[in-house]
């Protein structure tokens, strides 16, 4: 009983160390596909901050332009956030860790006319200097 119990604690302690932490700088870029279907690409960035199981951060399009990730959840895998832009528009984007500095995913939102658009986001964390 007593090298199953250890067995075990070791396990959860290997699970607790190798969990990923996201914090970094990320840039990358985002595919877009116009409602008229024209392609667009055009960089992208995430900085972020994890303390225990909560991420913070910011991210844009440009490193001038930096909005605060609202709504943050990150499950070990998925990261999910909403960023308010600068007119108010809401841009919602679904992530996952594809390995450990790398994400995959996409950003949703709503034109002024109704029209909805996703644009593909792949991020890969810097190196850290």
């Given at each position: 009983?007593?090298?199953?119990?250890?067995?075990?604690?070791?396990?959860l302690?290997v699970?607790f160390a190798?969990a990923a932490?996201l914090t970094g700088?990320w840039?990358?870029q985002a595919e877009l596909t116009?409602p008229?279907g024209?392609?667009?690409s055009?960089?992208?960035?995430?900085?972020?901050?994890?303390e225990g199981?909560?991420?913070?951060?910011?991210?844009g399009t440009?490193?001038?332009?930096?909005?605060?990730?609202e709504d943050?959840?990150?499950?070990?895998?998925?990261?999910?956030?909403k960023?308010?832009?600068p007119?108010?528009r809401?841009?919602?984007?679904?992530?996952?860790?594809?390995?450990s500095d790398?994400?995959?995913?996409?950003l949703?939102?709503t034109m002024?006319?109704?029209t909805a658009v996703a644009?593909?986001?792949?991020l890969?964390?810097?190196?850290a200097?």
């Amino acid at each position: 009983m007593k090298l199953s119990l250890a067995f075990f604690l070791t396990i959860l302690l290997v699970s607790f160390a190798s969990a990923a932490d996201l914090t970094g700088h990320w840039p990358g870029q985002a595919e877009l596909t116009a409602p008229d279907g024209t392609q667009h690409s055009q960089g992208a960035f995430l900085d972020l901050k994890q303390e225990g199981t909560k991420v913070t951060g910011s991210g844009g399009t440009e490193q001038g332009e930096s909005l605060p990730l609202e709504d943050v959840q990150f499950d070990g895998k998925n990261l999910t956030f909403k960023v308010t832009g600068p007119d108010g528009r809401i841009y919602k984007s679904s992530l996952a860790l594809v390995s450990s500095d790398q994400l995959e995913g996409k950003l949703e939102f709503t034109m002024e006319d109704g029209t909805a658009v996703a644009a593909k986001l792949m991020l890969k964390r810097e190196a850290a200097k």
